[in-house]
Structure formats: structure tokens, C-alpha cells
């Protein structure tokens, strides 16, 4: 997945474009690239890795033209070079794309036996090919273009701009968002709203299968049958919601810190603080007649649906399915019609998340969407969304919009517990009133990093990590070992305690720290036994737990200290300490912590 922006612009639009594609580089960073109309002519710049050597390269070659598209690149085909970096283009046309051509080798083919040249390993260089090809037969651009889009197969979203055309841009939408920005004699195109926002905040969404021609004062919109429709221009809130790291030396750091306020914002949506109740929007799902649950994910979203597994099953009775999206959505899964299906993501654009949800709703499930932005199509396609309130996240390693999916599926665990009458109106106060106790605890977490500084300096000389959890907190251990290689690539893998003697354990000696997510909550004396069995064989324990070190009943290599919360609530907390250990190994490795190799924060292709 990669970023794509377009401007029709009445002065030169370059620096305007690298501006959007600076919001854009959450989706990918491996190249960036610009292309105008400048005399009639197409001209481009680009450059390998982050945006600032594509800005680096402006400087001394500038782009003068009015009417612009750019792309920041996740590499699916081909690697991350300047040949293969977007826009492609030949005299006649220029494409920037994000998704993936699925046919590209066939059409390939076809236009090499025709003459065309290609210069790059993408699937995307076809797109500019079949539009020349077309307009080597005589037809407009607009008429080659149709005739392109309908040949295509796969995922896309795409900006097109004309040799001699300094008043027109095309854009199509399958698969792959795309936002048209509406300005003042000027026209926008961007894969969200967030890249538009300091131009413009009327923005209307592209539906699946839709394309649009764009002038600097019309757009004209179709659907995939070439039928002219019309789609809603809305206000976009997103020009609020930008965002700089303001004192701290990351985004990353930033947002953990955010947690206690991001976590109270959220709560505040879905419970009543004072009556000691949940207030569940009733999302026209009968809570009470929920028999079976599914939820499906991917990433750290994913974690978050497992902790809402055990919540779920725990307090509401009810059992719950959940899968990995890229598994869940080929497994053909049966499915009872009147289900109640669960989608995570921050973005709500994530491919396979979305093709899960849309497995769901052909088969007769009610779809609520976890989201974080409201905009996006997982949001769209849901019959109830319940967003998470977290603000912007930027840094690629999610931190708050996790805390924020488990605050909001935490209260969904209660509020289908109540309504099926598993729970009591006792307990539903007892477990609201932890929730209220959480962001206070979680503050105490964050008053003082020195000691993770200290430790990081320890887990930096690691090869492989490991992270040991059970029960609930299971997957707080799996979350804490996929921030660690994210962002440090340092080998981790999160393992339920109990598993470990089933293979793990032949890997532990004194070179291997084990980091121990053990609250002292009913299973901890079993997590004590696994515990001993990393210490009789020399690994290098750091227990994250509330109950006293000794306890541990070996030699630590550190404990974090954790404060004592109900149960309920500890994988919220517990995530904390993986999130900062994470971030300070990462930081005293040198890694780049808010865009990490080879990651993006988005990924909208399978
Ligand atoms: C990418 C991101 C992860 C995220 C996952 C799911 O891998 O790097 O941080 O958890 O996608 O994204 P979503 O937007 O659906 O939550």
C-alpha cells in the first residue's frame, strides 16, 4: 500500500504535493516520487527511501508545473528503487497507483508483443501502457482511460495527469481508498482526508468501482458501469486533527504518553462514570440474542480481539470465533445468519479486514467495526461502528489505538454480559469502576522511564526474545514480542506460559531474556512454575507483574514493578511496560522508531 495525491493547482503545485505526501507516509516510505505537466510536457522527480530525498532532490531540480500527482511507496512489486519508484509514466501519461494489479502479467504480455517497453518490475507501469496504447489509436484521454480501468483487475486507487493537458486529472477508486479534495479553483485527489487537509476540508469519498475527471473547477463522477453519479461532499474534521510530536523525541513516545487521556475519552463514550454503567449505543443489535461471537483482525488489532475473546466468553457466556483477517477470509467459515461479527482496525482500510468483513456480511452477520477513523470504508461497510477515540496515530507501531480497542471492547464484553444477564448489575459496577480506575494507573506507569533506559541497554544484546503469558494476558505477551521486532528487529515471539515446555524452551540459555507478563491474579502461581523453568535452565528473566519480586521465587533480570488493578483491566495495563520496553531498546539500538524498515501503518493490499 502506498500514498497517492493529485493537485490541479493554479501556481506550481510540487511542494504543495510533497507537503500531502508528508501526511501519506504512514502507508509506506520505501520511495517518493512527483510528476507535472509543465509546457505540455510530463516531468518527474524521484528518489529512493524517505520523502526528504525526494525534497532533497527538488531543491536543486525543481517541478514547475500546475497540475501534479505524487506517491509515497510501499514496494509489493519490484524492489524499493528509483526505477520502480511511481509516478510511471510514458510521453502521454503519468499514473500513480496503490493497490495491486492482480492481471498485470497477462496485460504485460499483451503490450510487450504490441511494441511498449517496459522499465520497471511494477504492476503499475501496465496501467500507463494501456493508456498510451489507447491513445495511440486516436482516443482522449478520457476514453483511453475508461477503456484502461475496465481491463484492470485487482486493488487499486489511481491519479492520472496527460501530457498537454494542464486542466484535467482523472482518479479511480477499486479497492484502494481515494478522497477528492474541493478547493477554491482548485482540485484535489488524495488516499485520505488527513494528506488534503491543510487545502481543503470538503471532501468527497470515492465508492468501490467509482472513477472521476477532474477539472480545476468540475469533477464528474461514474460508477464502475460508466452511469454518471453523485456522491456526497461532507466536512472533513481532519485539518483538527493534525498532529506534531510537540515535546517528545517521537511520535511513538507521544502516543504512548497519550494513553490516559485517550483511554478516558474513550470510556467516556461507552460508560456512565457516574451511574457505574455501560451505555452501549444499541447499534440495532439485539445484545441479548447474541449467541455466537466473531471477530477478525490483523496486527496489533488483532491482539485486541484475542483479549476481547477471553473477555467475552469470560463475562458475557457467549463463545467467540476469531481468526487472523488473511486466514479468516479464505477459511470459509460457517456461519449461522444473525451472528454478530467484530472488525478491529485503527484505519479501517486495512484489505484483508475489510474482505473479512465483507465475508461476514454476505453470510448474514450483523458487522461492528472497531475503528479508529470514521471515514474510512471498514467503517463504511459496517452496520454499527464503534469508534475508538484515540486521535491521529502516527508512529507505525500502534500503542494508543490499541489501548483504545480494548477500552471499547471491554465494554462491549459487559454490555453483551448485561443484556444476556451473565452478568449482574453488581458486577457490571464492579468492572466499569476498574475501567474508571484505569487511566490513573496507567499515568503511574509513565511518570519515570529511566529504568526501561537501563534494562533496554540489557535487551539490546539479545538475538531472541521471549514473552510469556496466560489467560488473558496471553496476548499482551504476543503484542509485547510484535513491538519489540517491529521496531527494534530484534528477534521476539510471545508464547502462552504453559506452551513453553512444548518447544520454546530449547531455546532458552543465558543469552535469551524472557520477559514474564504475569499479574498476580489466579494463574499466577502456574506462570511461577514456567518461570522456574526458564531460571533452571540460565534465561534471563524480567518479571512485569504487581505481586512483590520475591514471589518470583528465582533470580530476576528485572522486575517492573506494576500497580495492583482488578484483573479485568490488566491487559490494558499490562501493555504499557511492552510498549515502553519496546521503545527504549529500540531508541538505544538506533532503529528508526516512527517508520520502521519495511512496515507501514496501513496496508491496503492482501
Ligand atoms: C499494520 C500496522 C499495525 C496494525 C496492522 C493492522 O501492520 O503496522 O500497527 O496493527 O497493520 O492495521 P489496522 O489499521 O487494521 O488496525
Given at each position: 500500500?502506498?500514498?497517492?495525491?493529485?493537485?490541479?493547482?493554479?501556481?506550481?503545485?510540487?511542494?504543495?504535493?510533497?507537503?500531502?505526501?508528508?501526511?501519506?507516509?504512514?502507508?509506506?516510505?520505501?520511495?517518493?516520487?512527483?510528476?507535472?505537466?509543465?509546457?505540455?510536457?510530463?516531468?518527474?522527480?524521484?528518489?529512493?527511501?524517505?520523502?526528504?530525498?525526494?525534497?532533497?532532490?527538488?531543491?536543486?531540480?525543481p517541478?514547475?508545473?500546475?497540475?501534479?500527482?505524487?506517491?509515497?511507496?510501499?514496494?509489493?512489486?519490484?524492489?524499493?528503487?528509483e526505477?520502480?519508484?511511481?509516478?510511471?509514466?510514458?510521453?502521454?501519461?503519468?499514473?500513480?497507483?496503490?493497490?495491486?494489479?492482480?492481471?498485470?502479467?497477462?496485460?504485460?504480455?499483451?503490450?510487450?508483443?504490441?511494441g511498449?517497453?517496459?522499465?520497471?518490475?511494477?504492476?503499475?507501469?501496465?496501467?500507463v501502457h494501456l493508456?498510451?496504447?489507447?491513445?495511440?489509436?486516436?482516443?482522449?484521454?478520457?476514453?483511453?482511460?475508461?477503456?484502461?480501468?475496465?481491463?484492470?483487475?485487482?486493488?487499486f486507487?489511481?491519479?492520472?495527469?496527460?501530457a498537454g493537458?494542464?486542466?484535467?486529472?482523472?482518479?479511480a477508486?477499486?479497492?484502494?481508498?481515494?478522497?477528492?479534495?474541493?478547493?477554491?479553483?482548485?482540485?484535489?485527489?488524495?488516499?485520505?482526508?488527513?494528506?488534503?487537509?491543510?487545502?481543503?476540508?470538503?471532501?468527497t469519498?470515492?465508492?468501490?468501482?467509482?472513477?472521476?475527471?477532474?477539472?480545476r473547477?468540475?469533477?464528474?463522477?461514474f460508477?464502475?458501469?460508466?452511469r454518471a453519479?453523485?456522491?456526497?461532499?461532507?466536512?472533513?474534521v481532519?485539518?483538527?486533527?493534525?498532529?506534531?510530536?510537540?515535546?517528545?523525541?517521537h511520535?511513538?513516545?507521544?502516543?504512548?504518553?497519550?494513553?490516559p487521556?485517550?483511554?478516558?475519552?474513550?470510556?467516556?463514550n461507552?460508560?456512565?462514570?457516574?451511574a457505574?454503567?455501560?451505555?452501549?449505543?444499541?447499534?440495532?443489535?439485539?445484545?441479548?440474542?447474541?449467541t455466537?461471537?466473531?471477530?477478525?483482525?490483523?496486527g496489533?488489532?488483532?491482539?485486541?480481539g484475542?483479549?476481547?475473546?477471553?473477555?467475552?466468553?469470560?463475562?458475557?457466556?457467549?463463545?467467540?470465533?476469531?481468526?487472523?483477517?488473511?486466514?479468516?477470509?479464505?477459511?470459509?467459515?460457517?456461519?449461522?445468519?444473525?451472528?454478530?461479527?467484530?472488525?478491529?482496525s485503527?484505519?479501517?482500510?486495512?484489505?484483508?479486514?475489510l474482505?473479512?468483513?465483507?465475508?461476514?456480511?454476505?453470510?448474514?452477520?450483523?458487522?461492528?467495526?472497531?475503528?479508529?477513523?470514521?471515514?474510512?470504508?471498514?467503517?463504511?461497510?459496517a452496520?454499527?461502528?464503534?469508534?475508538?477515540?484515540?486521535?491521529?496515530?502516527?508512529?507505525?507501531?500502534?500503542?494508543?489505538?490499541?489501548?483504545?480497542?480494548?477500552?471499547?471492547?471491554?465494554?462491549?464484553?459487559?454490555?453483551?454480559?448485561?443484556?444476556r444477564?451473565?452478568?449482574?448489575?453488581?458486577?457490571?459496577?464492579?468492572?466499569?469502576?476498574?475501567?474508571?480506575?484505569?487511566?490513573?494507573h496507567?499515568?503511574?506507569?509513565?511518570?519515570?522511564?529511566s529504568?526501561?533506559?537501563?534494562?533496554?541497554?540489557?535487551?539490546?544484546?539479545?538475538?531472541?526474545?521471549?514473552?510469556?503469558?496466560r489467560?488473558?494476558?496471553y496476548?499482551?505477551?504476543?503484542?509485547?514480542a510484535?513491538?519489540?521486532?517491529?521496531?527494534s528487529?530484534?528477534?521476539?515471539?510471545g508464547?502462552?506460559?504453559?506452551?513453553?515446555?512444548h518447544?520454546?524452551?530449547?531455546?532458552?540459555?543465558?543469552?535469551?531474556?524472557?520477559?514474564?507478563?504475569?499479574?498476580?491474579?489466579?494463574?499466577?502461581d502456574?506462570?511461577?512454575?514456567?518461570?522456574?523453568?526458564?531460571?533452571?535452565?540460565?534465561g534471563?528473566?524480567?518479571?512485569?507483574?504487581?505481586?512483590?519480586?520475591?514471589?518470583?521465587?528465582?533470580?530476576?533480570?528485572?522486575h517492573?514493578?506494576?500497580?495492583?488493578?482488578?484483573?479485568?483491566?490488566?491487559?490494558?495495563l499490562?501493555?504499557?511496560?511492552?510498549?515502553?520496553?519496546a521503545?527504549?531498546?529500540?531508541?538505544?539500538?538506533?532503529?528508526?522508531?516512527?517508520?520502521?524498515?519495511?512496515l507501514?501503518?496501513?496496508?491496503t493490499?492482501?
Open positions: 500500500m502506498c500514498g497517492i495525491v493529485g493537485i490541479l493547482g493554479t501556481k506550481p503545485v510540487a511542494i504543495d504535493i510533497v507537503d500531502a505526501l508528508r501526511r501519506l507516509e504512514y502507508r509506506g516510505y520505501d520511495s517518493a516520487g512527483i510528476a507535472t505537466v509543465e509546457n505540455g510536457l510530463l516531468d518527474r522527480r524521484r528518489a529512493e527511501g524517505k520523502l526528504r530525498n525526494l525534497e532533497t532532490r527538488l531543491m536543486s531540480e517541478l514547475k508545473g500546475h497540475v501534479g500527482i505524487g506517491h509515497t511507496r510501499w514496494a509489493t512489486h519490484g524492489r524499493p528503487t526505477v520502480n519508484a511511481h509516478p510511471h509514466m510514458t510521453d502521454k501519461v503519468s499514473v500513480v497507483h496503490n493497490g495491486i494489479i492482480e492481471n498485470y502479467r497477462d496485460l504485460k504480455e499483451d503490450l510487450t508483443a504490441k511498449h517497453i517496459f522499465q520497471t518490475e511494477t504492476d503499475t507501469e501496465v496501467v493508456i498510451t496504447d489507447e491513445m495511440r489509436q486516436g482516443r482522449k484521454p478520457v476514453e483511453a482511460t475508461q477503456r484502461a480501468l475496465g481491463m484492470l483487475r485487482g486493488a486507487a489511481l491519479a492520472i495527469i496527460f493537458e494542464d486542466n484535467l486529472m482523472i482518479g477508486r477499486q479497492g484502494s481508498p481515494l478522497a477528492i479534495g474541493h478547493g477554491q479553483g482548485e482540485m484535489y485527489l488524495g488516499s485520505d482526508a488527513i494528506a488534503l487537509a491543510p487545502f481543503t476540508d470538503t471532501i469519498y470515492l465508492e468501490e468501482g467509482d472513477w472521476c475527471v477532474m477539472t473547477t468540475s469533477v464528474q463522477i460508477d464502475r458501469d460508466n453519479v453523485e456522491r456526497p461532499s461532507i466536512k472533513s481532519a485539518s483538527s486533527l493534525l498532529v506534531d510530536k510537540g515535546n517528545y523525541r511520535f511513538m513516545l507521544k502516543e504512548i504518553h497519550e494513553q487521556e485517550v483511554i478516558s475519552h474513550t470510556l467516556g461507552y460508560i456512565d462514570m457516574a457505574g454503567c455501560v451505555k452501549f449505543p444499541s447499534m440495532g443489535i439485539d445484545l441479548a440474542g447474541v455466537r461471537v466473531t471477530i477478525s483482525a490483523c496489533t488489532a488483532y491482539y485486541a484475542v483479549v476481547a475473546k477471553y473477555w467475552i466468553e469470560k463475562y458475557a457466556r457467549v463463545p467467540v470465533e476469531i481468526d487472523i483477517a488473511s486466514e479468516f477470509r479464505y477459511r470459509e467459515v460457517p456461519l449461522a445468519p444473525g451472528g454478530l461479527s467484530v472488525f478491529v485503527q484505519s479501517g482500510e486495512t484489505a484483508d479486514t474482505e473479512a468483513l465483507r465475508y461476514c456480511k454476505r453470510n448474514g452477520q450483523i458487522i461492528a467495526a472497531v475503528v479508529n477513523v470514521r471515514t474510512s470504508t471498514i467503517a463504511r461497510e452496520n454499527a461502528v464503534l469508534p475508538t477515540l484515540a486521535g491521529p496515530e502516527i508512529g507505525v507501531a500502534s500503542t494508543k489505538a490499541f489501548t483504545s480497542q480494548l477500552s471499547v471492547l471491554a465494554c462491549l464484553a459487559i454490555a453483551i454480559g448485561r443484556a444477564g451473565t452478568i449482574d448489575a453488581a458486577k457490571e459496577q464492579e468492572l466499569v469502576k476498574a475501567l474508571t480506575e484505569l487511566p490513573r496507567v499515568a503511574t506507569m509513565l511518570h519515570d522511564e529504568f526501561y533506559e537501563g534494562l533496554a541497554h540489557e535487551i539490546s544484546k539479545a538475538r531472541d526474545v521471549l514473552y510469556l503469558g489467560g488473558v494476558n496476548p499482551i505477551a504476543m503484542e509485547g510484535l513491538k519489540l521486532k517491529e521496531i528487529y530484534i528477534h521476539a515471539e508464547y502462552a506460559a504453559g506452551e513453553l515446555k518447544g520454546p524452551i530449547a531455546l532458552i540459555d543465558e543469552n535469551v531474556p524472557v520477559i514474564v507478563v504475569a499479574p498476580e491474579d489466579d494463574l499466577f502456574k506462570t511461577v512454575s514456567n518461570m522456574q523453568e526458564v531460571a533452571a535452565r540460565g534471563q528473566i524480567v518479571l512485569i507483574s504487581d505481586a512483590p519480586k520475591e514471589k518470583a521465587g528465582c533470580r530476576l533480570l528485572a517492573i514493578k506494576m500497580p495492583k488493578a482488578h484483573p479485568f483491566t490488566n491487559p490494558l499490562y501493555a504499557v511496560p511492552v510498549q515502553l520496553l521503545y527504549h531498546t529500540a531508541v538505544f539500538m538506533g532503529t528508526d522508531v516512527d517508520q520502521p524498515r519495511n507501514a501503518k496501513s496496508v493490499v492482501e
